[in-house]
């Protein structure tokens, strides 16, 4: 295909052999039924590889605009509301540009083999230059809110050329950071503001005037390859740099045909872009199918679902925008119940909305379908993964607590396995085990050896370390994480059985169950929550009705923590790691109380230890203290230093 400035344009088979409208949209009342695994295994009879479709993400995004150049791709508001409009974009000027911008990085000298780093909110000017960037090289969006500390490991593992972030914004405070990185870094050789919010830094170059100064023709040629690295995306990661997985171009390609074909999406559809861009949903499933797809976006707010007031909106906006596809994160769900419709009209909403990030709790699931008409169709997926690899059928048993069945061409299995991480047997059904995966787009994996060398079993299944089990019908059952199992005396504890009795107390908003050091057992489980607005539940009204549930009286936390807010992460997933710190924290602090003595203990994340235990103690009790408190404290799998002051 040629374009006016740039010639013929070999970037895959996106527009040569794609064989009909069908492929792309699919209305909602002509789609076949997707009900169980058998209508799985009937869609596998085409094998995915003779799919028409494109095997890039521009290649896609172009294909998507041109359906009608006219349509409006994006609005972006603030504050979930319409008369706070920062931006409408048409696809015309959507497409234009993300070409404008691929050609800027790629005058800045980005090949495909470098990266753009972005460190940006949900703007419109955040995609164009994360679908340009990938046009250029690779696009590698991360989360802003990390410590400096962590975004410079970013840059330097992940050689970033350029940097675009946030300019001067209240309530954000991404300029700073990103000089501070810039000037901090060998890698860096250009950083770019964007100034959407309304402020600027004056000596710094803007990304909106450097777009008009570039053709909307590409001005060069790219082969992109679907086994090419699109995208880079960081996991969480507490001690270190967190690690960067390789995101290649046929993995989002399959993520666009499975979110479409799993969900019937259509031109018709308007969906939110409230996930953050620098997460794998955010992107791959948010984004990708909707601008593929010639959908329409509302991006409620920069901040997404972060800012209250959208919450709060949401519905309101449902009812302006005409929304159709009811989507968020669990924590997102649970706001959005105790924010319920109030008259508004609803009715644009499909019949089936979507859940992420973990198993949606069940009475949770029945709510929001008691009052929206909406089942809601939870998935399973990771970064590492390209996002989802299975979700409840449309048309079919949401079986709420699960994460659905498998999606095409995907594999999952449930297996025991042995110390050295591979696979000694498959489970048998119903058996909880490491959930393990093949499929298009699971990753190859991270940049770094040392990261990959975990990754996969000796015959090339990925294992997360997440576990679960699956059921006759081929639902799985995502039960947590190997790391999350709590050892009570050689006992293993599944926290979401705890999690899931806390959940059914009227007066539980939020729970998170975690092991807490003990001397004697390993680990004892405890228990944190979040109560629902108005409730005045106590600890033992709550642990009475727990003990009701669990039978067992090991699996019964032994101390209810409360928190107004538990610890998320900023896509809503209840960060435990945060949880495990206090808990140690706690158990140290009571270990020690008997000294009677002013002794203060604080536990974090280490590189070398894992975790450490640092008590500061007075200096002028060292020689009666020193040995009682190694004494105490050697008797916890944790490592802990002194430090004496005063």
């Keep these: 295909m040629a374009d006016k400035a740039g010639g013929m344009l070999p970037m895959d088979r996106f527009d040569a052999d794609f064989h009909g409208a069908a492929d792309i949209a699919v209305s909602p009342d002509n789609y076949a039924p997707l009900r169980n695994l058998a209508d799985i295994e009937r869609m596998e009879r085409v094998p995915f590889e003779a799919r028409a479709c494109p095997l890039s993400s521009f290649g896609l995004i172009r294909r998507g605009a041109r359906l009608d150049p006219t349509k409006t791709a994006l609005h972006v508001l603030r504050n979930g509301d319409p008369a706070q409009s920062i931006a409408r974009v048409s696809y015309e000027d959507f497409l234009g540009n993300i070409i404008c911008a691929a050609n800027l990085f790629r005058s800045m000298g980005v090949g495909e083999d470098n990266a753009v780093m972005l460190m940006l909110p ?53 300029w700073d950071k990103a000089q501070r990185i810039a000037d901090d870094s060998d890698q860096i050789e250009h950083l770019i503001q964007v100034s959407a919010l309304g402020q600027a ?43 960067i997985a390789r995101l290649k171009h046929k993995g989002m390609a399959y993520q666009r045909w499975a979110n479409s074909s799993m969900k019937g999406l259509c031109r018709c559809d308007v969906v939110f872009g409230a996930g953050p861009l620098f997460h794998a949903g955010g992107i791959c499933v948010d984004s990708l199918p909707c601008f593929a797809n010639g959908m329409t976006m509302v991006i409620p707010d920069p901040s997404g679902f972060r800012n209250k007031a959208v919450i709060r909106n949401y519905w309101k906006l449902v009812e302006h925008f005409g929304i159709t596809f009811l989507n968020g994160v669990p924590t997102v769900q649970m706001a959005l119940m105790q924010n319920p419709p109030l008259g508004e009209d609803i009715s644009s909403l499909r019949s089936y909305g979507g859940s992420g990030s973990g198993a949606l709790p069940a009475e949770l699931g029945r709510t929001i379908e008691n009052v929206t008409g909406t089942r809601v169709l939870v998935t399973y997926g990771a970064t590492e993964f390209t996002c ?42 119903d058996e909880i085990g490491a959930i393990v995966v093949k499929g298009p787009s699971i990753i190859d994996g991270y940049l770094s050896a040392t990261d990959t060398a975990s990754l996969f079993t000796d015959d090339g299944w990925l294992n997360n370390g997440d576990l679960g089990r699956i059921d006759k019908d081929g639902y799985l059952w995502v039960t947590g994480r190997a790391k999350d199992v709590i050892i009570r005396g050689g006992h293993n504890i599944d ?138 404290l050697g008797a916890y799998a944790i490592a802990h230093e002194i430090e004496w002051v005063g």
Excluded at 397 to 410: A, E, K, L
């Design 201 to 243: 830094d004056p000596d710094a170059l803007d990304f909106a005037a450097a777009l008009k100064e570039q053709p909307n023709t590409l001005t060069f040629k790219r082969a992109i390859r679907p086994d090419d690295t699109a995208i880079y995306l960081h996991t969480g990661g507490t001690t270190g740099a967190p690690k």
């Design 388 to 429: 989802n690899i299975s979700m409840a059928p449309r048309d079919g048993d949401p079986r709420y607590g699960s994460s659905g069945i498998r999606w095409p061409y995907c594999q999952i299995r449930t297996v025991q396995l042995g110390a050295d991480g591979n696979i000694l047997r498959d489970c048998e059904t």
């Design 495 to 632: 926290p979401r059985v705890i999690e899931e009795a806390l959940l059914s107390h009227a007066g539980v908003a939020l729970a998170a169950a975690v092991g807490k050091p003990d001397a004697y057992a390993g680990e004892l489980p405890v228990a944190y929550v979040q109560l629902a607005p108005g409730a005045n539940a106590g600890a033992d009204e709550i642990a009475d009705h727990v003990r009701r549930v669990i039978a067992e009286r090991a699996g019964n936390p032994v101390e209810i923590w409360f928190m107004d807010a538990l610890p998320q992460t900023a896509v809503g997933k209840i960060y435990k790691p945060a949880l495990r710190l206090d808990a140690a924290r706690r158990a140290f602090e009571a270990a020690l109380a008997p000294l009677a003595t002013s002794i203060d203990v604080d536990v974090a994340a280490h590189p070398v230890h894992g975790t450490l235990a640092m008590v500061t103690a007075p200096a002028a009790e060292r020689a009666t203290l020193e040995r009682k408190i190694d004494a105490i």
């Design 122 to 174: 949900n703007l419109a000017e955040t995609h164009y230059a994360l679908w340009g960037a990938q046009v250029a090289g690779i696009g590698f969006s991360v989360n802003w809110m990390l410590e400096a500390s962590q975004l410079n490991a970013l840059v330097t593992a992940a050689k970033a050329k350029v940097l675009i972030a946030l300019g001067p914004a209240d309530g954000f405070g991404i």
